[in-house]
């Protein structure tokens, strides 16, 4: 019997150095010993969602997607917002996984690394699609860290000790 668990990891930018994929690398270096975390590195490979595409065989990258989510026990977001929204990449992602039902009741948090009031409009987007996709969204894992440049260490993780203690506490409350 295999009492591992897994948590994905879903940066919503593209960006080289970005600071949602640091605190996302952060997250998997704080999980606990019976997790493996795993980011998901495929968003850019994602075709543009087309419903008459949503069939089989799928496009191997939309493949690849569902079978990430239904292997984990957990999925964690970290997004930045563009243009008071989600980023048009990731929004795409989240339209591949309306309806194929890997995402029912799958435990699902994020993490929003805008200073204080930022990044509400994505947040709140990323609410309302997750809920719509029937993902199972724990709100105490849904937190605000502000993690800047600044935060960041040459080898890509937060380095302050009190934003990685917020990490790996909304990584436990989303593990349960």
């Known amino acids: 019997m295999n009492d591992r668990r897994r948590l994905l990891l879903i940066s919503g930018s593209l960006r080289a150095g970005s600071t949602n994929a640091a605190a996302l690398a952060t997250a998997a270096t704080v999980t606990p010993d019976d997790v493996d975390a ?3 590195e495929g968003m850019a490979d994602l075709p543009h ?13 939309v493949a690849d997607l ?6 984990s026990d957990a999925v964690l977001f970290c997004t930045p917002e563009y243009a ?6 990731f929004k795409n ?9 890997e995402t029912t009741g ?4 994020w993490i929003n690394i805008s200073a204080a009031g930022g990044a509400l409009g994505a947040h709140e987007s990323l609410g ?22 600044a935060d960041i260490g040459d080898d890509g993780l937060v380095t302050d000790s009190a934003l990685r203690r917020q990490i790996a506490d909304a990584v436990a409350t989303l593990l349960g």
Do not use: E, M, Q
């Not at 569902?66 to 292997?71: K, L, V």
């Not at 992602?93 to 039902?101: A, E, F, I, N, R």
């Not at 799958?106 to 948090?109: A, F, I, N, Q």
């Open 38 to 40: 795993v980011v998901y």
């Open 66 to 71: 569902r079978s990430s989510i239904a292997s």
């Open 93 to 101: 992602l989240l339209d591949w996984t309306v309806g194929d039902g």
């Open 128 to 149: 309302v699609v997750a809920r719509y996709t029937d993902f199972h969204v724990v709100d105490d894992a849904c937190v605000n860290v502000p993690v800047g440049r």
């Open 106 to 109: 799958k435990r699902v948090g």
């Open 49 to 61: 969602f087309n419903p008459d595409d949503d069939r089989d065989p799928l496009d191997p990258a």
């Open 84 to 89: 008071g929204a989600l980023p048009g990449s």
